[in-house]
């Protein structure tokens, strides 16, 4: 058949997915669509959505299932745009503590229109969806600004998923501090959108040097908490080290173990100037006889308890 090469090309760029009205689109008839299904070409896998002979079943095929069954204006959103961008967790199912059973996490999917329930997967309608909002990949699956995505994903996630996932964002190129914050004041405010919530995340990264060293960002709470539930030694909040004439302020200091756990933000090295600076410092702990730790907040709560145990363990 004269379209068959066609969709392949479509279903090669969108993960095995291909949607009834992309093949209208292209000239397909009704007819031709079911002749391909007959011929195991194609696998009808819901309202309206089809998958390639062939294709292999993943996170990413899920998503596009899910937006191209609800149509051309449909977007990929919140959550789940972040997890297409590597910046949480891609995870299929969840266990509920209370019983230990897995249940599916559901797909988040941005329309301007009324959606009923379909399995897995959440609507979300708005009217406030802006021509900025709204990406249309050239491979991939249709969906909204990593910004947009930021501002609504912040009423499901914790503080520091927000900071975790921003930071991983902005150490990658695919948006920027000023980007963020430009949404979060051009976009109405509505039921689920936490403006006020994602801006305190976001502050630190729009200050310059100055501004940051008086703003305790969400990763030093995060990191406190994480020391505080996980070892029992005496660890002190800006402690002061000297080395010689020198003064040198600790994010988090074990003094009797002469462990020194010190917090990196994305904006930590503004210019050239800090990045030298730093490492004088750091030099200056180590020969100090101190063990020095770095976290960033790449780092899970697990890999923060991981560091600082290897840290301690180590000989001195």
């Not at 819901?46 to 937006?67: D, E, K, L, M």
């Not at 491979?139 to 900071?163: C, K, Q, T, W, Y």
């Not at 660890?235 to 003064?247: A, D, V, Y």
């Not at 917090?263 to 210019?271: E, I, K, L, M, Y």
Request: charged content about 20%.
């Amino acid at each position: 058949m004269k379209h068959i090469s066609t969709i392949r090309t479509i279903t090669d760029q969108q993960h095995g997915v291909v949607s009834r009205f992309q093949m209208r689109d292209q000239g397909c008839s009704d007819s031709s669509i079911q002749h391909m299904v007959k011929k195991g070409l194609l696998a009808k896998v819901g309202f309206g959505v089809y998958t390639a002979f062939g294709s292999v079943p993943t996170w990413y095929q899920q998503a596009a299932i899910a937006v191209f069954s609800c149509g051309s204006g449909a977007l990929l959103s919140h959550e789940s745009v972040l997890t297409y961008f590597g910046l949480i967790e891609q995870r299929t199912h969840k266990t509920i503590p209370s019983d230990g059973r897995s249940i599916p996490i559901p797909i988040h999917i941005l329309t301007r229109r009324y959606e009923y329930h379909r399995q897995n997967v959440i609507f979300h309608r708005s009217t406030a969806i802006l021509r900025d909002d709204v990406y249309m990949p050239s491979i991939g699956i249709p969906h909204v600004s990593l910004s947009r995505a930021f501002m609504d994903a912040a009423s499901n996630l914790m503080s520091s998923e927000l900071d975790f996932a921003l930071e991983k964002a902005f150490q990658k190129k695919l948006v920027t501090p000023h980007q963020v914050e430009s949404v979060i004041q051009r976009t109405p405010s509505g039921p689920g959108r936490p403006k006020k919530k994602l801006l305190e995340v976001l502050t630190p990264y729009l200050l310059d040097g100055s501004q940051q060293q008086e703003t305790e960002s969400v990763l030093e709470k995060r990191v406190a908490r994480v020391i505080s539930n996980n070892f029992p030694w005496r660890c002190e909040t800006q402690w002061e080290l000297r080395f010689g004439q020198s003064r040198y302020r600790l994010d988090f200091a074990f003094p009797e173990l002469q462990i020194a756990v010190e917090v990196d933000g994305f904006a930590f090295h503004r210019n050239r100037s800090q990045f030298d600076n730093d490492r004088l410092r750091q030099n200056a702990i180590i020969a100090s006889n101190w063990k020095l730790v770095r976290i960033t907040s790449t780092f899970s709560d697990e890999q923060i308890v991981r560091a600082v145990s290897e840290a301690i363990s180590l000989p001195t």
